[in-house]
Antibody, heavy 125, light 110 residues
Framework: EVQLVESGGGLVQPGGSLRLSCAAS????????MSWVRQAPGKGLEWVAN????????YYVDSVKGRFTISRDNAKNSLYLQMNSLRAEDTAVYYC??????????????????WGQGTLVTVSS | EIVLTQSPATLSLSPGERATLSCRAS??????LAWYQQKPGQAPRLLIY???NRATGIPARFSGSGSGTDFTLTISSLEPEDFAVYYC????????????FGPGTKVDIK
């Protein structure tokens, strides 16, 4: 059974830092792109960042670029999100999600087929 | 940047009724669109991918259609557990491996 379990959320002051973790099990973690997706209270879903299987490619939404760093440890089946210079607008539930890769004659498409339960990050003084 | 819009924002229906949800893309996305269901306090769940393919374990009452810029999620006969928020999603063209979600449609009990 595929499981993704996030941890590391909490209350942090503006300008502070936090590191989120996602422990993966039930599948070959090193074979998948992985993402972080967040949801502000009462709002919709926003993709934050993702990372290639071997960590060689990483992409970020513009609003977190230069402040957040995604990483992974395939030996530990774990995904991470280091969040620095946190702002009130970063307050959200953060989900880790596995990317389902589909090959349509060389045109690859990606969707999120498994999600963790989320961890709440609150940025407030 | 591809923008997804969903309508209506809220759909009020009774159990047993048919629900029709719309997602429109600002430019053609071929058939590369997914739908997710999210219930309060839960993570989203993948329902449909590539516009019309049901994900593993998704009941047949859920169906997706469309291509290009206009897509539809249909729930043929609403069950009590189907009242939730539904999001469409597509890969964004910036950043190259990013993603974009629609704002969501809430299906609530009339």
């Amino acid at each position: 059974e595929v499981q993704l379990v996030e941890s590391g959320g909490g209350l942090v002051q503006p300008g502070g830092s936090l590191r989120l973790s996602c422990a993966a099990s039930g599948f070959t973690f090193s074979s998948y792109w992985m993402s972080w997706v967040r949801q502000a209270p009462g709002k919709g879903l926003e993709w934050v960042a993702n990372i290639k299987q071997d960590g060689s490619e990483k992409y970020y939404v513009d609003s977190v670029k230069g402040r957040f760093t995604i990483s992974r440890d395939n030996a530990k089946n774990s995904l991470y999100l280091q969040m620095n210079s946190l702002r009130a607008e970063d307050t959200a539930v953060y989900y880790c999600a596995r990317e389902l890769e589909l090959d349509d004659y060389g045109d690859y498409q990606y969707y999120f087929d498994y999600w963790g339960q989320g961890t709440l990050v609150t940025v407030s003084s | 940047e591809i923008v997804l819009t969903q309508s209506p924002a809220t759909l009020s229906l009774s159990p047993g009724e048919r629900a029709t949800l719309s997602c429109r893309a600002s430019q053609s996305v071929s058939s590369y669109l997914a739908w997710y269901q999210q219930k309060p306090g839960q993570a989203p769940r993948l329902l449909i991918y590539d516009a019309s393919n049901r994900a593993t374990g998704i009941p047949a009452r859920f169906s997706g259609s469309g291509s290009g810029t206009d897509f539809t999620l249909t729930i043929s006969s609403l069950e009590p557990e189907d009242f939730a928020v539904y999001y469409c999603q597509q890969r964004s063209n910036w950043p190259p491996r990013g993603f974009t979600f629609g704002p969501g449609t809430k299906v609530d009990i009339k």
